[in-house]
């Protein structure tokens, strides 16, 4: 997920908290791999085509809203997978998730670390 770079530090916490609760609710999102760095983000590539005239960017320019983003994500896999906190559900750990796909010691993970995306995943 890309966002823009923002000066003001609320703005930018504000900003990297939705990416941040996406990444301690699903395995298959990775927070490691966000970036808010538009000089990053914006990198001309050989065609000479950046993202700076992407959506995200030209609506944060223009009203200054914080919460607009870029999500990229691959079709088929991811790179790596999250480890979850457990779930606490009146006052115990909660050993065993609702879904296979958020249980990493489940079977759908023991076949392929990282998945290959279907509509379970997504």
Known sequence: ???NSIADPQLH?????LPKLMSM????FDFTECSFNDGENNKKDL???SREG?????VFRMTGIPYCYTLEG?????????????RVKD???VLKEDYQVNDTSSAFYKIRKVPLYDREVF
């Open 47 to 49: 065609k000479g085509d």
């Open 13 to 17: 916490l504000s900003q990297i908290m």
């Open 91 to 93: 006052g115990k750990k």
């Open 1 to 3: 997920m890309f966002g």
């Open 54 to 58: 992407s959506g995200r960017a030209a």
């Open 74 to 86: 691959n079709y088929a896999t991811g790179i790596r997978i999250n480890t979850l906190q457990c």
């Open 25 to 28: 609710n699903s395995v298959n």
